[in-house]
């Protein structure tokens, strides 16, 4: 840390010119080497705790991904054979793919589209707390809890609700079997998560349009901006740039990352694996089978993919202009 | 003074003109959708009231007719016929959740803003490495992360729940991407004033950022509160488990204890809707910059 400190200071002004050598100025860069050491020390508690218990656990299933490793059986060297294994020989895990694949392209674009669009007129209306407790409210439901309540609204008999007001308009004469017949599992599926995907994207644009100051609209309206489109475009939007790279990141990781609702709507397994997901295959291999590097194996792979769209969405909203 | 009266005098002429018809049909759209969102919520309060005939009832009725407790004096009775009494859990919930909360909040927070604006080095490439991280899915790292946990001897306690989820990656980001919006002419005209790093942030950006904050509190408690997997594995003694894994238990028990699951996922979401409600005129606060651009 020293080290790096001194390298710092061969570049500052005050060492440029060392003929200069009157107290003020050491005590001006006394006083830059200790805000460095405080800025290192304000980031210390967080840089830890990552490092203990994020960076080593992930470098450490890396590793475990090139293993055969399943606890009770030494670790054995298996190179890329886990990866081969997942794309060659693993139906299931296609099948989860493609679930996920579906579920993702659906929920991913409405909840940070959603989350934007919804925030934004909000942020404009009379009683904009109340609507946004509504927006916000399925969010704060733990997704496993609430499967109490879809179990019960999608129950497969006429004692669901849903079923029962269907039958009796009219739409369908017998009851749906939502969580149990595979056509219907991985709609239902969609159909809830979207109700929660606005979540803590919205939140954040929500805070976001708050923060922008008043007098960027004002300027704007001096400088000819006539209609709520042409603000939108030119103004609101480059102003949450921050909050929707964010939205879109936690946004695609939510979406690719489809466990818990599926499990909470349909079981785990689901009937006929009709919503079988990514993480819900690496679930199984972690923690029922516990053959460890398989699914570390396939945790990388949701990874690359989130890695590859995270770019993407990185070099749209990352370019902060001023 | 000159801007202020052409904002008036505009805000006058729009909302004159659009008072009249698609005011009232936008008003309309967006209260229908607030109430379609809002419709499984409300579900499950009725039927955590409802009684055990009106469970049962055919056809299906949404609203309760008779309302009843009889679903909360259920799950009381069930909960408290082990040897540990309802409110232990509540406590140890309460404070799992707070000091988690607190501890992140304040690490994510001071990482954050050092690692966007003081840049020293080093910390840049560390952000970039809390971005990738936000893309790692959890659960394939959940088993190293009990191996540590439990080397650090901190299985069956309170640590446990705390220590492994307070540098969550999410706050991190989130609140670098809210301090770069601060421009930096702010900091700096702070610093020429003689602000230490320390009295910066908690002078100058904390009260910039206070929306930001806010939105953390509110993921963190939501997270932490609902945060039955932890518990779980970390935790064997039953005094020391929190109140969403002992209600999960009552959630699974079929049909017959719908009311009392219904009663119980009640229960556990109230917190976070209260916490919510208290922090979200914090959140919708607008912030003005007065006085930057000098």
Known sequence: MINTARKGDIGEPAVVEPAVKEPKKRKKRNRFRTEQISAYLMAAPYVILFMVFIVVPVVWSLILSL???????????????????????????????KNTFSFAIVVGPFGFLGSFFFAWLINQLKFRNAYALAFYAPSLTGGLAMSVIWLNLFSSDRYGLVNDRLISLGIISEPIRWTMDPDYILPLVIAVSMWSSLGNGFLTNLAGLNNIPNDRYEAARIDGIKNKFQELIYITIPSVKPQ????????LVGALGVFDVATGVAGFPTPDNAAHTIVGHMYDYAFLRFELGYAAAIAFILFILNFGLGRIFMKIFSSVDE | MQNIDVRKIRARKFSLRRITFGKVIFYLIMTGLACFMALPLVYLVVTAFKPLDELFLFPPRFFVKNPTLQNFTDLMATL??????????????????????????????????VAEKLKPRGLQAFSRIVTYAL??????????????????????????????????????????????????????????????????????IVPLTKAAISTIVVFAFVANWNDSFSPMIYIQKQAMKTLPIILSTIGTGGVA?????????????????????????????????????G
């Open chain 1, 244 to 251: 929707l790279l964010f939205s879109s990141i936690t946004g």
């Open chain 2, 135 to 204: 893309m790692f899915s959890a659960p394939a790292a959940q088993i190293p992360i009990y191996l540590i946990v439990s080397n650090l001897g901190m299985i069956n306690t309170y640590w446990s729940l705390i220590i492994p989820k307070i540098a969550v990656p999410m706050y991190f980001f989130l609140y670098q991407q809210f301090v770069s919006q601060i421009p930096n002419e702010l900091i700096e005209s702070a610093r020429i004033d003689g602000c230490g790093n320390m009295k910066l942030f908690i002078r100058i």
């Open chain 1, 67 to 97: 293993t055969h490793y399943n606890i009770v059986q030494d670790m054995r060297w298996a190179g890329l054979e886990n990866y081969k294994e997942l794309f060659t020989n693993d139906d299931l895990f296609i099948k989860a793919c």
């Open chain 2, 80 to 113: 408290d016929s082990n040897t540990v009494p309802f409110t232990r859990y509540l406590f140890n919930s309460t404070l799992v959740t707070v000091v988690s909360v607190f501890g992140s909040v304040v690490t994510c927070t001071m990482a954050a803003f």
């Open chain 2, 257 to 293: 204890r719908a009311g009392a699951g219904a009663a119980a996922v009640f229960l556990t979401t109230l917190p976070t809707i209260g916490l919510y409600v208290a922090m979200q005129t914090r959140v919708l606060t607008t912030m003005a910059y007065s006085g930057i651009k």
